[in-house]
């Protein structure tokens, strides 16, 4: 059973502190996605990964940096967490091909006070 | 330019009836892939159904179709004898070659299935 695993359902952090997500697959897919998800917007990048090392920019990587040390695991960073990045968030793998779909984690609700 | 548009932010259709979701898309890359997702309440994204700018079918899977009119740029799924359970959210995506394979999704579809 193919897994994307995330490191907490529910977390809640300070102002100002630095946040790690971890995002761990075992599917040996090479692209890893980080989205964040809020209510009325969908699904929105925030940064992907091609390989080992590999990182791009998706749509919104302002305040956040990611690494992939592993090609299993996939780290978001919150350099220092504000109140407007409370939020779901939801990492992928997927295979690179484009007829192979994403595989989900099961998110982290993140709340930042 | 938004890459995926759904413009039914909620649905609502009875139970056993069939529904369509809406989906259009904007792309100059002659290879995509279209995909649809569905979200429970629980909020676990479920792969459901895929489509290739290449494929002549309409792809199929179980009571999910997806009605793919290349030249209209849609790719609307179809839900046939909707069940209680298939009250979710509905997410429409597409995967481009030319941007390196990164995907794209709508803004969701609400589908709430009334007994």
């Known amino acids: 059973d193919v897994k994307v695993t995330q490191s907490s359902r529910y977390l809640v952090k300070r102002t100002g502190e630095k946040v790690f997500l971890e995002c761990v697959q075992d599917?040996?897919?090479?692209?890893m996605f980080w989205y964040r998800q809020d209510p009325g917007l969908g699904l929105r990048l925030i940064y992907f990964?091609?390989?080992?090392?590999?990182?791009e920019k998706g749509d919104i990587p302002e305040g956040y940096s990611v690494s992939r040390e592993k090609k299993e695991r996939f780290s978001l960073i919150l350099e220092s967490a504000s109140t407007n990045q409370t939020s779901m968030y939801l990492c992928?793998?997927?295979?690179?091909?484009?007829?192979?779909?994403?595989?989900f984690g099961p998110g982290t609700r993140l709340t930042v006070t | 330019a938004q890459k995926i548009t759904q413009t039914q932010p909620g649905m609502f259709v009875q139970e056993k009836e069939a529904v369509t979701l809406d989906c259009t898309y904007d792309?100059?890359?002659?290879?995509?892939?279209l995909f649809w997702y569905k979200q429970p309440s629980s909020g676990e994204m479920i792969f459901l159904i895929y489509?290739?700018?290449?494929?002549?079918q309409n792809a199929t899977e179980g009571r999910y179709s997806l009605n793919f009119q290349k030249a209209r740029k849609s790719a609307n799924l179809v839900i046939s004898a909707s069940q209680l359970g298939d009250s979710a959210m509905y997410f429409c995506a597409m995967r481009e070659v030319n941007t390196g394979n990164q995907f794209y999704f709508g803004t969701g579809t609400s589908l709430t299935v009334i007994p």
């Open positions: 992928a793998s997927s295979l690179g091909r484009v007829n192979h779909e994403q595989y």
């Open positions: 599917m040996d897919h090479e692209n």
């Open positions: 990964s091609y390989d080992v090392k590999m990182k």
């Open positions: 489509q290739g700018s290449y494929d002549q």
């Open positions: 792309t100059s890359d002659p290879s995509y892939g």
